[in-house]
């Protein structure tokens, strides 16, 4: 489905990496240069966004500036052969003056489960004429092994905060990235009532039941540390921040749908059950 | 004089402020909360009514009395009903100084300090931006209305800009935190918040009624309200200081928060004529009433998500507002 989905691009009609030369492949996405690098065309990558994180090495590339803001001559200046990018990067009308100018883009749909991942590194190899078998394979088992370790039983009660600035913490309801990783963990999002990362009215979330809180690494660090982030008035009074039952992880890692997914996954559902899960396997791309 | 109707408008924004504290996302029944409140049950319902709602509800209501006192002070000081505090740069130099924080320094900000930080910068942008709106109007150690007006234009542009340069360097998650600070909220009210605040709107809540006799004079013109023994600079300079310390307080509590400044006097006058004695006291009363019910609505109305408050005083006071003005043009013709 990906895959038609891909070629349907128009761009695709002959293997992209026919060049004769090593092609240069802009990319935006922190999760896409993942794949990518999982994929072994880490030395194609000319150019990466702000979000491309990880492996740390990508950081000494050319910069494209942050992945909703590109600008089309920026992207150009790198010369690059193709750009891949993330179903958010943007914005619109800077990806259609790329595709005007004859670039081809290569657009990686929203991920929300294992599948969609598999499907979409697999999509992304046959493309880019790198074999993705090896790296499918593993994850394919990384998933399948997390599958099996997962206890069943009721799962823990959550709650995702992107941040908790100034006014109501902002939680994350059905179809955020969060609730997608809470699910693969087995994890059930407390909030049902709406969909997207919104303010969250402090008094309803007393009413939630929450066992957990989980929150990106920085939303943290910016309140001054998990102590001063359960302390906030508007989250204060959870029994899971008085109990101190934060996780915080590195936003990338938890929510940057990669192949690293699967191990994010066991480790949240690690910490959240209180019981250490067996290790998934090492991988190269971790 | 009107003045009569002062204790009368009293007594309803503290029946409505009362109220206010039973309603919420979590439901609590006019009995409990008078158990709660004097202690009674202080389990669920105490921690909630003294955790959350009634800081908040005292924040809305600090914060909409110093935003409706500050109009109604503008308002006289310019001798304009369009008047309000931001035309002194105080919102938008608390919205850079917020949105700095909120993108650029709070990494470099030592741990501890870090869950006050985005509150102090928007509160040091607001006075320092209203200081150089003074510098700037100062011609021969006199300060112009005129010059006043104009310099808070231009560094109302310029820290506009400043803001927008903040939100351009921003991901998309500061990008939220800044949204949302800007649309105002008084969910993070905490006692000492509250008691902060409190700190920084009182020297004008307290000056209140030495600067009515001045504004009153001020109707007449500059030169006869002179004449008449009023101090016109210091009257200007006192004013428009314990405005920028007052609405930068409410600011950095609650982030922006529009339309009740400007709104407030204007309903004031509505119902009791344009005597600031009456007008200054009566908004104070009148913002405090209309941002602790807006809050009411904003933490309800979508539960269990939260509106931001600015959201609710711009969506639902600009008809309210508009229909009363037509009301009373009709009836004055």
Same mark, same amino acid.
Request: without cysteine; glycine residues 12%.
């Given at each position: 489905m990906i895959t038609r989905r891909l070629l349907a691009s128009?761009?695709?009609?002959?293997?992209?990496?026919?060049?004769?030369?090593t092609p240069r492949i802009a990319v935006a996405g922190g999760g896409v240069a993942e794949m990518l690098c999982a994929l072994g065309l880490e030395g194609r990558i000319c150019g990466v966004d702000s979000?491309?994180?990880?492996?740390?090495?990508?950081?000494?590339l050319p910069q494209l500036g942050y992945q909703r803001a590109l600008s089309a001559e920026g992207v150009l200046s790198l010369r690059p052969d193709m750009l891949v990018h993330a179903h958010e990067a943007g914005p619109p009308s800077v990806l259609a003056q790329l595709r005007a100018a004859g670039l081809p883009l290569i657009g990686v749909p929203r991920v929300t489960d294992a599948e969609g991942l598999i499907a979409a590194i697999t999509a992304l190899g046959e493309t880019l004429g790198a074999d993705p078998d090896p790296v499918v394979a593993a994850m394919a088992a990384d998933f399948a092994a997390l599958d099996t370790m997962l206890p069943s039983g009721p799962p823990p009660r959550a709650l995702f905060l992107l941040s908790a600035g100034n006014g109501a913490p902002q939680a994350s309801g059905r179809g955020t990235a969060a609730a997608a990783m809470f699910r693969l963990a087995r994890i059930r999002n407390v909030i049902e009532g709406y969909e997207g990362y919104r303010p969250l009215s402090p008094e309803a979330a007393l009413t939630l039941g929450a066992d957990w809180l989980v929150a990106p690494q920085h939303s943290v660090e910016a309140r001054g540390g998990p102590s001063a982030f359960l302390a906030q008035p508007q989250l204060a009074l959870l029994p899971a921040a008085r109990a101190g039952r934060l996780y915080t992880q590195d936003s990338l890692y938890l929510l940057?749908?990669?192949?690293?997914s699967a191990h994010a996954a066991r480790d949240m559902a690690s910490a959240l059950r209180g019981v250490p899960l067996p290790p998934l396997p090492e991988r190269p791309w971790l | 004089m009107t003045l009569w109707r002062l204790p009368l408008l009293a007594a309803l924004t503290l029946m409505i402020l009362a109220l206010l504290l039973g309603v919420g996302a979590v439901p609590i029944p006019p009995w409990r909360v008078v158990g709660a409140v004097f202690g009674a049950g202080l389990g669920a319902d105490g921690a909630i009514i003294w955790g959350l709602r009634l800081p908040r509800t005292l924040l809305a209501a600090l914060a909409g009395a110093a935003l409706g006192l500050s109009g109604a002070v503008m308002q006289g000081l310019f001798r304009?009903?369009? /008047?309000?505090?931001?035309l002194l740069g105080v919102s938008a130099g608390g919205a850079f100084g917020a949105v700095t924080m909120i993108v650029l320094l709070l990494p470099h900000v030592p741990a501890p300090l870090r869950p006050h930080a985005v509150a102090m910068a928007a509160f040091a942008g607001a006075l320092l931006v209203t200081a150089l709106v003074l510098l700037l109007a100062l011609r021969e150690r006199q300060v112009g209305v005129a010059g006043l007006l104009l310099a808070g234009i231009v560094l109302n542009a310029f820290a506009g800009a400043g803001t927008s340069a903040m939100i351009y360097a921003a991901d998309d998650m500061q990008l939220r935190d800044v949204t949302f600070w800007t649309m105002g909220?008084? /969910?993070?009210?905490?006692w000492p918040v509250l008691g902060a605040t409190l700190l920084a709107g009182l020297p004008l809540l307290l000056a209140a009624p030495l600067l009515a006799r001045g504004l009153d004079a001020l109707i007449l013109g500059e030169r006869e309200a002179a004449s008449l023994g009023i101090r016109v600079e210091w009257l200007k300079w006192g004013a428009v200081g314990l405005v920028a310390l007052a609405v930068g307080g409410a600011v950095a509590a609650t982030g922006l928060i529009g339309f009740v400044g400007m709104v407030a006097p204007h309903l004031v006058r509505l119902a009791g004529g344009a005597g600031h004695r009456w007008v200054l006291p009566a908004s104070a009363l009148m913002g405090a009433l209309l941002l602790a019910a807006a809050d009411g609505l904003a933490r309800t109305a979508v539960a269990p998500a939260e509106l931001p408050i600015g959201l609710v005083t711009a969506l639902l006071g600009a008809p309210v507002f508009l229909f009363l003005l037509l009301r009373s043009e009709r009836a004055t013709r």
């Open positions: 128009g761009l695709l009609a002959a293997p992209v990496l026919a060049h004769a030369t979000t491309a994180l990880h492996p740390t090495r990508l950081r000494a940057g749908f990669g192949p690293r | 304009n009903p369009l /008047a309000d505090p931001g909220s008084a /969910a993070g009210a905490t």
